[in-house]
Nanobody, 123 residues
Framework: QVQLVESGGGLVQAGGSLRLSCAVS????????MGWFRQAPGKERAFVAT????????SYGDSVKGRFTISKDNAKNTVYLQMDSLKPEDTAVYYC????????????????WGQGTQVTVSS
């Protein structure tokens, strides 16, 4: 089993920044990608960013490119999501997830999930 715990969510004004953290523990062997997803009320869970655990290569959803940065600290088994220039439409519950397989942005194919952290951006 793999456990993920997100933190760092909160309320911020438009144009502001937040950094989310996701601490990973348990049987992490076989973790290939760490992803961030978000889900706004009444909407499907959407891909935000992913990072390959071994190489650090990253990819981003179109709506966050140039504003969000995903990174990792292998020594701390932690993944971060730096969110800058936040917009009201970024308001959502943000989840981190583990993918033990090939690259994908399909949330249904991620194996383990955190409990989520709320991000609210006021206008």
């Amino acid at each position: 089993q793999v456990q993920l715990v997100e933190s760092g969510g909160g309320l911020v004004q438009a144009g502001g920044s937040l950094r989310l953290s996701c601490a990973v523990s348990g049987r992490t062997y076989g973790t290939y990608y760490m992803g961030w997803f978000r889900q706004a009320p009444g909407k499907e869970r959407a891909f935000v960013a992913t990072i390959r655990w071994s190489s650090g290569s990253t990819s981003y959803g179109d709506s966050v490119k140039g504003r969000f940065t995903i990174s990792k600290d292998n020594a701390k088994n932690t993944v971060y999501l730096q969110m800058d220039s936040l917009k009201p439409e970024d308001t959502a519950v943000y989840y981190c997830a583990v993918r033990q397989g090939l690259y994908t942005v399909n949330s249904a194919l991620y194996n383990y999930w955190g409990q989520g952290t709320q991000v609210t951006v006021s206008s």
